[in-house]
């Protein structure tokens, strides 16, 4: 009896240190790891730019419904039309609807004209379907209502190019005379516009006004000054106003900077800003003049760019930095980094096992290092590698779970 229940008890102990390992074990591990990536690190100096470019505002008193014809930094010639106006609003939601099916067909008719489907990369296709997705979420999520209709068209795009090249969906004949018929039942009932707006001059349109167009200008960069900039307010906008139109191949970066700062550079130096602009990361640019304040504790450079896209056509003020030198090579954690018999390197994950790897760092900060990308072997990183950032204890030849 006694030794049955002393049996009892010892299964109960072994029971109750087996969970207890279990749920140590799925909570506990003794290593965390992130992947080696390639990357470029920037090293400059950051600014507050205010763009200055040749804008003229657009106006008009005609009554009626507007509808663009250009998109946002779409170039225009001159007498170019820039919007058609219609009688009534709901003429033009007709016309956007008409640009959206001809937009459809050609989509449609492209992907049906696409016979190499065995020569299509299918993770191509599905990061193509990704990117445009989490793009149009980024914009509703942000609040940027203006682009959901192209980012719905784009992702639309992409899962049929899928579909087609998966074989889910291989003809749309049927649904391409739907958008046909419509098309035409649209063009049928559509009336010609009462009148139109046209460029003055060439260049690029933009739809929106701030105020700015005519407080600054090309033509007077000798007087932005560290007091001009300070001081600088917009105008108010025309009611009347319907955009504007950017003329010239040469616009203006401007920013304030100490005395010290303005020494380092000299009228005529090249050289890149890098951006927060999607389409355009870097700019190429040249000082164009350096103006000192009064007191002369304060200068604005300006910087002068030929560079031009819808994105640049719009942009009034936003940080960018002016890049003093670029670092590419596999960035990791700093605290990755470990000290093994004089030799500067971090833990890999080989299978099940850890292995100490050398590098070179060519570039560190408080949260990551650049490390050298070197010819591939076993005695140095490599891109992809697991780096261990955590982990006790740690050896060359440990055994991992």
Known sequence: MRDSKLLRIIICIIAVVFVTHQVYSSAYKPITTVSAEYYTAVEGFQINAVVIREEKVITSDTTGALHFTLSDGERVAKGGVIANIYSDAETSVTVNRIAQLNARIADIEEIQGYNDVEAADINLVNNKVTNSLNTLLRGIASGNFSSVESDSAELLTNISRRQMITGEQTDFSERLAELKSELDTLNASLPQPVGSIRAEQSGYFVSGVDGYETVLSCENIDAVTPEYIESLKADTTPQN??????????????????????????????????????????????????????????????????????????????????????????KIPTKALRFQNETTGVFVRSGMTLKFVSVNVIYRTDEYIICEQQVSSDTVLRLYDDVVVKGKRLYDGKIVD
């Open 241 to 330: 106003a319907v955009g504007k139109i950017v003329s010239g191949y040469t616009w203006y970066i401007a920013t304030k900077v100490s005395i010290s700062d303005s020494l380092k550079y000299k009228s005529g130096d090249t050289l890149t800003l890098k951006t927060t602009l999607k389409t355009t990361p870097q700019l190429n640019v040249t000082v164009e003049k350096i103006n000192t304040s009064q007191s002369e504790d304060s200068a604005v450079i300006i910087f002068s760019c030929e560079q031009m896209n819808s994105e640049l056509a719009s942009i009034r003020k936003g940080n960018m930095t002016i890049i003093n030198n670029t670092y590419s090579g596999l």
